[in-house]
Each structure stands twice: as C-alpha cells, then as structure tokens.
C-alpha cells in the first residue's frame, strides 16, 4: 500500500504559477505510475497528468497541455505538478493517485488517492 499526502495548493492570479507536490509512504512508490487528477465544484473528477514509474513517459489531457508538467523523485518518494499560465477554469481540488497500470486515465483505475489540495485562480 502507500499513502499519498498533496501539498503547494493555494490562490493565485490568471497567468500565475503553481508546484503541487505528493508525497508519498512507503518503500514501493518507485513500483507505481502516478496520476494527478482534479475536481471543479459540480463536475466530475478529471484525469490531468501522470508519470511511469520510471519517469520516462508522460501523459497530459489536452487542456494542461503545454501548460502543466509532471515528474517525479523517486528518491524523495515525491510526485509534483508544475503549473503554469494558469487560468480560472484550472480551479479545482488537485488529487494525486497511483495506479499499477500505465495508461489509465479513468479515476476507477487508480487504487490509492491522497486527500487533495485546492487550486484557485482568480480573474
């Protein structure tokens, strides 16, 4: 098992920047891909990014895009979220969340979530 902590949420402007990062329990996250995900107040839990375990593959939805990148430390058992140029639409609850599996961009895929961390970005 491992257990996900996030962090860096907070308020910024349109245009700002933000690093989310995820740390994470336990002596297997190397073994894990990792997934951020986010969820807007009356909307569904989204995919946004994730990483394989070793680091060499990405994966973005389209909006973020350009705009966000992943990476992670295995060594620091820490996943992060660079978010830049960020917009009002980008305000949600973040969550990370790992998964055994590359590829899955459904919530259902992934087996352990932290407990989130909010994103506002002002107008």
């Known amino acids: 098992q491992v257990q996900l902590v996030e962090s860096g949420g907070g308020l910024v402007h349109t245009g700002g920047s933000l690093r989310l990062s995820c740390a994470a329990s336990g002596r297997t996250f190397s073994s894990y891909v990792m997934g951020w995900f986010r969820q807007a107040p009356g909307k569904e839990r989204e995919f946004v990014a994730a990483i394989s375990e070793s680091g060499t593959r990405t994966d973005y939805t389209d909006s973020v895009q350009g705009r966000f990148t992943i990476s992670r430390d295995n060594a620091k058992n820490t996943v992060y979220l660079q978010m830049s140029s960020l917009k009002p639409e980008d305000t949600a609850i973040y969550y990370c969340?790992?998964?055994?599996?590359?590829?899955?961009?459904?919530?259902?895929?992934?087996?352990?979530w932290g407990q989130g961390t909010q994103v506002t970005v002002s107008s």
């Open positions: 969340a790992a998964t055994s599996a590359w590829g899955q961009r459904r919530s259902g895929g992934y087996a352990y």
